[in-house]
C-alpha cells in the first residue's frame, strides 16, 4: 500500500512558507506516495491550489488530506488536534523547537505519532541536503543585511561624487555560521567594509575568504567555541571577558551590527549590551538574528523597531518567512531529500537509519525516545 504524504497549511502567526512545492510535489509522486496538500497551504509563499494540483497533489480541507495519512509535513509541528485522522503511528516531519514546546512533544507521545525533528538534523555529510537550519539561515543572513540597508540612512558602498564623497558603510557580523557567512557576502556585494567575528577560531579563515576583516581575541589560549557538529559552545569565562573588551572598542566604530549566535537547545547568549549600543554612533543599526529565541542584544524585540541611544535595533521573529517562496523551495527539497534518502522501494515507505533517526526521532511508540529529552526527564 502507499504511503500517503499530507502537506499542512501553517497556522502560526507570521509563519508564510509551506513545506513542499509543485517541483517536490512531482518528485515524491514519482518515488510512489500519494501526496495531498490541504487547500490555501502554499497562498502566502505564491504557490496556488492549481499549481499543487497540476503536479499532481490531491488538494482538499485538513479532514480531507489527514485522513490515513502516515506521513505529515509541515514547516512548523503542527497541533495534536490538526492530526487528527492520521493513520495510527504516523510519521510528523517539521520544526519542532523540541527543548521549548516540551508539551506538544508529550501530545505527540500520548498520542502513539513519531515526530520527527528535522532541525536536530546531525552535521555529517550525508545530511547536509536535509538541513533545514542551514537552507533556513542562509536566507536569514542574506535578509539581515537587507533589513539593515533599509533602515539606515546612509548608503552601503562609497560613492565618489561631484559634490563630494561617501564613505563606506562599516559592517560588523558576530557570529560566523551559515548566517554570518551570508551576511558578510551580502554585505560586501552592497560595498560595504566589512567585519566578522566567532567564538569559533577556525571561522578567520571563511571570513578571510570572503573578504572581511577578522575579529578575534588572541590573548586568551585555549579557545573552546567547537562544539559538536561545528556548532559554537559557551566559551570560559577568561575568554568571555576578553572578546567583551575586545567587541567594546570594535562596535563603537561600527554603522551596521548583525547578531547570529545561537546555541542549540539553549538560549541565545548575549553579545551587545546597552552600554555597548551607547558607544555606537547616531543613525547606527543592529540586526538581531537570535531574537525569537531571547537574543543577543540587550532590548531587542521580535518585530518590533526598538530606538536605544540614537541606534535602532531590529529583529524578526520568522526571518526565513520573509523570504517566503525562496525559503519555501529550500524547505521542500531538504524534506524531499530526507524522505528519497530512505525511501524504501518494497516497503513503500521511508525506513529511517540509526544515526539520523535517533539524531532527529522525538516520539514513538507512545513514548518520548529522543536521548536529550530523557535526560531532562521524561514527562509524559
Known amino acids: 500500500m502507499a504511503t500517503t504524504i499530507a502537506i499542512v497549511k501553517e497556522r502560526a502567526a507570521g509563519e508564510s512558507r509551506v513545506a513542499a512545492t509543485p517541483e517536490t510535489v512531482r518528485k515524491l509522486i514519482k518515488l510512489g506516495a500519494h501526496v495531498r496538500v490541504e487547500t490555501g497551504a502554499g497562498d502566502t509563499a505564491s504557490i496556488t491550489d492549481t499549481d499543487f ?6 488538494v482538499g480541507d485538513l479532514a480531507a488530506i489527514m485522513q490515513g495519512a502516515n506521513v505529515v509535513l509541515g ?16 510519521r510528523i516531519a517539521a520544526i519542532f523547537d523540541p527543548f521549548g514546546r516540551r508539551d506538544l512533544i508529550n501530545d505527540y507521545a500520548a498520542a502513539g505519532l513519531e515526530g520527527l525533528a528535522m532541525e536536530l538534523m546531525p552535521r555529517i555529510t550525508r545530511a547536509q541536503s536535509m538541513d533545514v537550519l542551514s537552507s533556513q539561515s542562509n536566507l536569514a543572513g542574506y ?11 546612509r548608503a552601503f558602498p562609497m560613492m565618489m561624487t561631484a559634490a563630494g564623497t561617501i564613505t563606506a558603510a562599516r559592517v560588523f557580523i558576530m557570529g560566523v555560521g551559515v548566517a554570518g557567512l551570508q551576511a558578510i557576502a551580502t554585505a560586501k ?10 567564538v569559533r577560531s577556525a571561522t578567520r579563515e571563511q571570513i578571510q575568504s570572503l573578504g572581511a576583516k577578522p575579529i578575534f581575541v588572541d590573548s586568551v589560549a585555549g579557545i573552546e567555541g567547537e562544539g559538536s557538529g561545528g556548532y559554537a559552545t559557551e566559551m570560559g569565562e577568561e575568554y568571555r571577558l576578553a572578546q567583551a573588551e575586545l567587541v567594546s572598542s ?3 566604530k561600527q554603522d551596521i551590527v548583525i547578531t547570529t549566535a545561537l546555541i542549540p537547545g539553549r538560549a541565545a547568549p548575549r553579545l551587545v549590551t546597552d552600554a555597548q549600543i551607547a558607544t555606537m554612533k547616531n543613525g547606527s543599526v543592529i540586526f538581531d538574528l ?9 532590548g531587542s524585540q521580535p518585530d518590533r523597531l526598538v530606538e536605544r541611544h540614537g541606534v535602532k535595533i531590529i529583529g524578526y521573529a520568522n526571518t526565513p518567512a520573509h523570504l517566503a517562496t525562496d525559503a519555501s523551495a529550500l524547505l521542500a527539497r531538504n524534506f524531499l531529500n530526507f524522505l528519497s534518502a530512505f525511501w524504501d522501494e518494497a516497503a513503500g515507505e521511508p525506513v529511517l537509519d540509526d544515526e539520523i533517526g535517533t539524531a532527529i ?6 513514548r518520548i525516545v529522543h536521548p536529550r529529552l530523557l535526560e531532562q526527564g521524561n514527562l509524559t
Open 361 to 366: 526521532r522525538l516520539t514513538q511508540g507512545g
Open 189 to 198: 556585494r552592497l560595498g560595504a567594509q566589512v567585519s566578522a567575528t566567532d
Open 75 to 90: 514547516v512548523q509541528a503542527p497541533a495534536l488536534e490538526l492530526l487528527q485522522g492520521a493513520a495510527p503511528g504516523a
Open 290 to 298: 537570535a531574537v525569537a529565541q531571547g537574543g543577543n542584544v540587550e
Open 53 to 58: 494540483a497540476d503536479a499532481g497533489a490531491q
Open 250 to 252: 570594535h562596535i563603537a
Open 143 to 153: 535578509k539581515a543585511v537587507l533589513a539593515c540597508a533599509d533602515n539606515f540612512g
